[in-house]
């Protein structure tokens, strides 16, 4: 809702346009109304409230409750009512900010209820979690298919809607330079990093029955992976571009069984410090049971086997109570091939890296070799830093207006289609499946620590080493 | 409760995301300014610098220093203020500020110093408030103010995040104590982070004037025929405190480079200086003396001069270098059987930290110089 208001104060809602909010409980709309405008007021990006916008905002917003069959016929009957006064041609877009759970229940009163109107389009936003995994996600694409065609079905995957991730795209797209050396030729390795300092906060329910393994890795991070290994699409439209994704998404290498020791690493935080302060371990949070085995970090070498990607590891990162908040992908690349300086001179020399940083501050980063100003020849690696909000000077926008915007307008272009869903849960499923089916249970890590030694080891077992994100 | 410098610092934040977005407010500013004079701002940062000092006038000169290195080094420094003397029962704290001071014609580039301010027993939590806070993928340097201690698990913590760690010897009275321990922290370091001292670095235009000595060929001869040694080194006028670091960090040297061996213990000489009986690698005996001197403008433990006797086939050679009282100048003499043969006066750089840091800054990884001077030092003693 904080996105629809910063839409408001854009301008970027269509003229004639209005919210229906549901849910079991009853509320008037004049009630619906004020807990709104308490949770926006509270956490907006923009702030403080405009009052004259949000009351024009304001009136536009209806709830009905749909405890039963009858409130869902008392929902197609407001909507009717609502298109005949605004005009809106029954146009409609669903949006399931639900437990993952009820998806298909609603889907499917969606469509016995006939809320999708007879004329006009009907679209569906799905929140992640899609599924829980390869099967219950294509359940789930079943129920919701004798709805909706799966051109009108919208999965959100946030990330996607972030400038930076659109930025991967026309990085590589949109400029002559970076394309040639994005290769196997000259990239050594490539390491995906989803860091955050938060541990589970409110939703240790459900972390606890997700895991950083379904609420990053299988969305999130196949995501990044995808847009950094595509081949070139050949236009710039949902089609396109999600085939392109598709096909990294297909060359995945799986790992699985035997594999599963030697690829993949999980963890558990216990507890330590953030930012100075002490915070519990993760079987210590409310709602977490104390032998809990759920992960909260994930560590995965992984290969892409293609003719561009052959030989270049993507390793990949992720986890709670990490040290910092950061998300970046770093292409490392291979050393220069004749070392021309002496060793002396180039000990503070490291191969050139590009750094896609998604956060905390959004900007891209070339690290090159330059010489140290003084007699002779010495070597230092130097970052060269394009940071986003200093060159643009505007805060981007927030990754859900991006995606609501996109959704009215029926551009699904950074959505995730069926197949890639599909296909990302085929990937991390047998992982799932051999930790669940080992005895052992995750390696513990201290909270405010780049995760277990054994990720350390997954990586400096092929001479390479994390970056310091 | 002891408040910071806002003017200095910067306003504080709450926490590592309001850090976070005070710095975008503030290089936004600036690159607005910089447009405004038709100028970019490139944030090209070279390295991460911690600093970690008790005393907020040592953290101020510090960062001073920091940001006058901002055209030759750009960084972001994270200066580390511990009140490690806070009384029990003080609820422990972090508190951060940040600001982007801009040395003079240094507008185009970024330069971000960070105060952390560690209160009560933070030993357990300092790191995990100073990790956020380093760019990433940078080397990171630590400079420690004051005696390192050689344990306690924030110097661990930090230690294990640099790449580099500075510490000046110049600001220890114990050099009994603090160099056997620093070589201790060098064994430690193999392989994972250089460390050096800045009393080191202090030494480098005294270590060139007695090298350029021997690259003469008729003089090379008198390099393994070395008999004595004497270096004398700057006390205030009682001569109550003495700190004789640097001048022992050269005989370290000497005796790495030339494979000297201790013949005795370091015993204390008759002038309040140091007498090392030393035996060449041949087995022929040194005589290396460490005096205190008072000079006015000298530094306390500064070298003030070195003298070096040999003999070779019947020559009597002294090699001597000398500070000038303008404090700008280094003269250098050679002396064959007591006739001069030779003297020059060479510009002597400035002892200033800024200079120092800076030179230390340029280096990364180890410096097997110095490890070996302190090692061989160590030895000696």
Request: hydrophobic residues 45%; glycine residues 6%.
């Amino acid at each position: 809702m904080p996105a629809l208001y910063n839409l408001a104060l854009q301008r970027l809602l269509p003229a004639s346009f209005c919210v229906v909010g549901t849910a079991r409980k009853a509320l008037t709309d004049d009630e619906y109304r004020e807990e709104l405008r308490l949770a926006v007021a509270q956490h907006s990006r923009t702030r403080p409230l405009n009052e004259e916008v949000w009351r024009s905002f304001a009136e536009q917003l209806y709830f009905v409750a749909t405890p039963d069959d009858q409130g869902y016929e008392n929902l197609r009957e407001t909507l009717e009512r609502l298109d005949e006064e605004l005009g809106t041609h029954a146009n409609r877009l669903f949006y399931l900010a639900t437990p993952p759970n009820a998806y298909a229940t609603i889907v499917t009163a969606i469509g016995a209820h006939h809320l999708r109107g007879r004329t006009g389009w009907a679209r569906v936003v799905v929140e992640k979690p899609f599924g829980h995994d390869r099967e219950s996600a294509r359940q789930l694409t079943e129920v919701i298919q004798t709805v909706f065609r799966e051109d009108e079905v919208f999965r959100i995957d946030h990330y996607l809607g972030k400038e930076t991730v659109q930025n991967i795209l026309v990085m590589r797209f949109a400029n002559g330079i970076f394309e040639p050396v994005w290769s196997r030729q000259y990239v050594d390795h490539v390491q995906i990093t989803v860091a955050e300092s938060i541990g589970v906060e409110e939703r240790a329910g459900y972390y606890e029955q997700t895991g950083a393994m379904r609420d990053v890795v299988q969305n999130h991070v196949l995501q990044l992976l995808a847009l950094v290994a595509m081949e070139p699409p050949a236009a710039f439209d949902d089609k396109a571009v999600r085939d392109e994704k598709v096909k990294v998404l297909r060359a995945l290498r799986p790992i699985r069984g035997a594999e599963v020791s030697a690829s993949a690493v999980r963890g558990q935080y216990t507890r330590g410090f953030i930012e100075g302060v002490a915070v519990p371990a993760y079987r210590e949070e409310h709602g977490v049971p104390s032998d809990s085995r759920t992960e909260t970090y994930v560590a995965l070498k992984s290969w892409v086997d293609n003719w561009r990607w052959e030989g270049t590891p993507f390793y990949i990162r992720t986890g709670k109570r990490l040290p910092k908040r950061s998300t970046e992908i770093a292409i490392q690349f291979r050393v220069a091939p004749h070392k021309l300086f002496p060793r002396e001179a180039s000990e503070g020399l490291e191969p050139n890296a590009l750094v896609l940083r998604i956060q905390p501050d959004e900007g891209v980063s070339l690290k090159f070799g330059a010489k140290v100003p003084v007699q002779g020849i010495r070597i230092r690696s130097v970052n060269m830093d394009f940071d986003y909000g200093a060159s643009f000077m505007v805060d981007a926008p927030d990754a859900y207006e991006t995606l609501i915007v996109d959704a009215l307008r029926g551009d699904a272009t950074l959505f995730t289609r069926r197949d890639e869903v599909d296909q990302q849960w085929a990937f991390v499923d047998p992982i799932l499946e051999a930790w669940a089916s080992s005895p052992a249970g995750p390696p513990l890590y201290e909270a405010g620590t780049w995760g277990p030694a054994d990720a350390d080891a997954l990586i400096e077992r092929d001479g390479r080493e994390w970056r310091k994100a | 409760m002891i408040v910071v410098d806002t003017a200095f610092w910067g306003a504080r934040a709450n926490g590592v995301a309001a850090l976070e977005r005070e710095l975008v407010r503030l290089r936004r500013a600036q690159s607005a300014h910089a447009r405004e004079l038709g100028r970019t701002v490139a944030r090209a940062s070279v390295l991460n610098l911690i600093v970690y000092a008790e005393r907020e006038a040592h953290a101020k000169r510090a960062a001073l220093s920091i940001s006058e290195l901002a055209l030759r080094h750009p960084s972001r420094a994270i200066v580390v203020l511990a009140d490690r003397g806070a009384r029990e029962g003080v609820e422990a704290e972090i508190e951060m500020h940040c600001h982007l001071p801009m040395a003079d014609g240094a507008t185009q580039v970024c330069y971000e110093q960070i105060l952390v301010r560690a209160r009560g027993d933070s030993d357990k939590r300092l790191a995990s408030a100073i990790i956020p806070l380093l760019v990433p993928d940078l080397p990171v340097f630590l400079w420690w103010t004051g005696t390192p201690p050689m344990t306690g698990r924030s110097f661990g913590d930090l230690v294990g995040l640099a790449d580099r760690l500075i510490v000046d010897t110049a600001d220890i009275a114990r050099p009994d104590v603090a160099l056997p321990g620093i070589a201790r922290i060098c064994a430690q370091a193999r392989g994972l982070f250089g460390v050096t001292d800045l009393n080191w670095t202090r030494l480098t235009p005294w270590r060139e004037m007695i090298t350029a000595f021997f690259d003469v060929p008729a003089w090379r001869p008198f390099l393994d025929r070395i008999t004595g040694v004497r270096v004398g080194f700057g006390v205030d006028m009682d001569g109550r405190d003495i700190h004789p670091s640097q001048a022992l960090l050269f005989i370290g040297w000497l005796a790495s480079r030339l494979r000297w061996r201790p013949l005795n213990a370091l015993a204390p000489s008759e002038a309040g200086g140091l007498l090392f009986p030393i035996a060449r690698a041949d087995g022929v005996p040194v005589m290396v003396r460490v005096r205190p001197r008072f000079e006015r403008g000298l530094d306390e433990g500064d070298v003030s001069g070195i003298r070096v006797q040999a003999e070779h086939e019947g020559q009597r050679a002294e090699f001597v270098v000398k500070r000038q009282p303008d404090e700008r100048h280094q003269t250098t003499t050679v002396l064959i059987d007591g006739r001069t043969r030779w003297e020059r006066t060479v510009p002597l750089p400035s002892p200033a930290i800024v200079e120092l840091i800076g030179e230390e800054l340029a280096i990364i990884g180890s410096d097997r110089t110095y490890e070996d001077a302190l090692a061989a030092l160590v030895r000696l003693s």
